[in-house]
């Protein structure tokens, strides 16, 4: 696994602002997160958060992580307004900094991941990490997406350091290579 001084290196100042071109519906099972702890990895604002503290509800919690402390800071500045606006009886977020491939302790019963993993430093570790955290028998949401021909690697790397996930996208085969 990479360590802390690479990850953040690549992570270093990117929130993908604008080349994040995809759609992101947030395809939740609402009556799957009811009751409980669900994780948003790349939380980015912290709106997906919000949504799924709604769908936890009083006894269950919505954490988010993100590696852009202004994303952090952003999101943890509007979550008194989201869970009042839900109705819920208390706060039952949590956002902290944390990269993908280095999510730290917790164990969750939901894991969720918004089309983001095409721009991740190390997928392969991401997504054994989002396992190490999923307790057994958990439910992992990976929503993504696959390119239908390979791409040259110049090309992929560029969308990469912008933040278009959709560019950055491999094929089926490779992502199972």
């Not at 936890?56 to 852009?68: F, I, L, P, Y």
């Not at 800071?73 to 819920?88: F, I, N, T, V, Y």
């Not at 021909?149 to 996930?165: L, P, T």
Request: glycine share 10%; charged share 25%.
């Amino acid at each position: 696994a990479p360590d802390d001084a690479v990850l953040a290196e690549y992570y270093s100042g990117k929130q993908f602002e604008y080349g994040f071109t995809s759609v992101c519906k947030m395809l939740l099972p609402a009556s799957e997160l009811k009751g409980k702890k669900v994780l948003n990895i790349g939380c980015r604002r912290g709106r997906g958060v919000y949504k799924m503290s709604a769908m936890a509800g009083n006894n269950g919690s919505a954490m988010g992580v993100d590696w852009s402390p202004a994303y952090v800071a952003e999101a943890k500045d509007g979550m008194d307004r989201a869970w009042h606006d839900s109705g819920l009886a208390g706060n039952n977020m949590e956002f902290r900094i944390a990269y993908p491939e280095d999510i730290g302790s917790g164990t969750m019963d939901v894991v969720y991941c918004n089309n983001v993993v095409t721009l991740f430093y190390d997928q392969a570790t991401a997504i054994r990490e989002f396992g190490r955290v999923l307790k057994p028998g958990g439910l992992l949401i990976l929503e993504t997406i696959f390119a239908d021909r390979e791409r040259r690697e110049d090309v992929v790397e560029q969308a990469r350091a912008i933040g278009n996930s959709i560019q950055a996208a491999r094929t089926q085969d490779e992502n199972y290579a």
